[in-house]
């Protein structure tokens, strides 16, 4: 990585997986980014939580990676907070309360499904327990309705621990089965990256070309396919899920045929 630090200032890091794996860090990174930014680069954590940059920051605190190993943090909880204004404000809420943030200092209701317009989906209600095979009945009732989902996290699963957990992106897959309109925030969707974009500039005092910037990620269909979407190049991280490792291979050698993948790893490593 320190090679790659002198050929990509900028840095667009994925935050589950890649820097701590729910419960704790992971100190090879952490020290990555924290060398990184100590010669003059930056770091953006770009991250398909629903939470908003302030929400995911305070919950990196309470995990304790350290603030100086990233700038700041972009995730699709910001793209989301925009596309939820967008609506009439009556939205009925799916996912658990820990995402309430999302709503904080807008001018939106949090109504109850029969008097809802759109349907903002930030997860499972209980995600600790659940998978999307729970919510047949109620995705069936949403899309009876009518209702546009605005998914506030393309992920599907992450692990968290030793233990898999579903996220919004498996509900919204569910429901566009069904037929159901969906709008999709985050990785690996060009509205985030445009985010990025603007919150590097503004720390570095220019536009950054896409030439300059590394994505890091270890999500074949999010943070590669998102970084290959955008001309970047990118290092795969696979050693954090092993099972996904056919997959991703699929997924690059015929999908993603142009994906600039500069290494491929288990770790970060200086």
Excluded at 182 to 198: C, E, N, S, T, W
Excluded at 231 to 236: E, L, Y
């Amino acid at each position: 990585m320190r090679d790659l630090s002198s050929l990509y200032p900028v840095w667009f890091v994925d935050i589950w997986g890649v820097v701590h794996d729910g419960h704790a860090p992971y100190a090879a990174t952490v020290d990555c980014l924290q060398r990184h930014r100590r010669a003059g680069r930056c770091v953006i954590l770009v991250s398909n939580s629903p939470r908003s940059t302030i929400g995911v920051s305070r919950q990196l605190d309470e995990i304790g990676v350290a603030r100086d190993a990233y700038d700041t943090a972009v995730t699709s909880g910001d793209v989301t907070r925009d596309l939820m204004q967008q609506t009439d404000g009556r939205l009925f809420h799916l996912g658990p309360q820990r995402d309430l943030s999302i709503f904080d200092g807008l001018s939106i209701a949090r109504v109850p499904l029969e008097q809802a317009s759109a349907v903002i989906c930030t997860g499972l209600f209980h995600d600790d327990r659940e998978t999307p095979e729970d919510y047949r009945v109620l995705l069936a009732d949403i899309h009876a309705r009518g209702l546009t989902m605005i998914c506030a996290n393309p992920d599907k699963v992450v692990r968290k621990g030793g233990r898999l957990q579903y996220c919004a992106g498996a509900l919204a897959e569910a429901y566009a089965a069904l037929g159901g309109p969906v709008q999709m925030a985050g990785k690996p969707f060009a509205p985030i990256y445009d985010l990025a974009r603007r919150r590097a500039a503004t720390i570095r005092d220019h536009d950054v070309p896409i030439s300059a910037i590394l994505a890091i990620g270890d999500g074949p269909d999010t943070d590669i396919r998102g970084a290959a979407r955008q001309g970047m190049a990118c290092v795969f991280m696979t050693g954090l899920h092993d099972e996904e490792v056919a997959k991703a291979d699929a997924v690059i050698r015929t999908a993603l045929p142009g994906a600039n993948i500069v290494r491929t790893v288990e770790r970060l490593d200086w």
